[in-house]
């Protein structure tokens, strides 16, 4: 059974950076597109950022803060971001399915999710 965990939330500054992780057991990241979604209070849940077994998409908002990188090694894949501010704060969610789609946010777009983790933006 695949399974996706994130880690790497938590409280960040404003302008500061976060990298996140999401490591995935029970198969291969290689054989997945993996998508990173998040979700703010109040608002609806957005991908932001997938690396698929072709290539790889990033929302526009967001192409010259993140960087996603994926390590075969370790089975897992990478979010960095730049420059965090106040709208970053969110849940934030890996999940994996066969190709890179980031308007698909629903939960059954995405064959495995991982339970998610908190960003907050705080001085």
């Known amino acids: 059974q695949v399974q996706l965990v994130e880690s790497g939330g938590g409280s960040v500054q404003p302008g500061g950076s976060l990298k996140l992780s999401c490591v995935l057991s029970g198969g291969s990241v290689d054989y997945y597109a993996i998508t990173w979604l998040r979700q703010a209070p109040g608002k609806n849940r957005e991908g932001i950022a997938c690396?698929?077994?072709?290539?790889?998409s990033t929302a526009p908002n967001l192409v010259h803060r993140l960087v996603l990188f994926r390590d075969s090694a370790k089975n897992s894949v990478y979010l960095t971001m730049d420059n965090v501010g106040p709208e970053d704060a969110a849940i934030y969610f890996c999940a994996a399915s066969t190709d890179c789609g980031l308007q698909f946010t629903a939960q059954h777009d995405y064959d495995y999710w991982g339970q998610g983790t908190q960003v907050t933006v705080s001085s």
């Open positions: 690396i698929g077994t072709g290539g790889r």
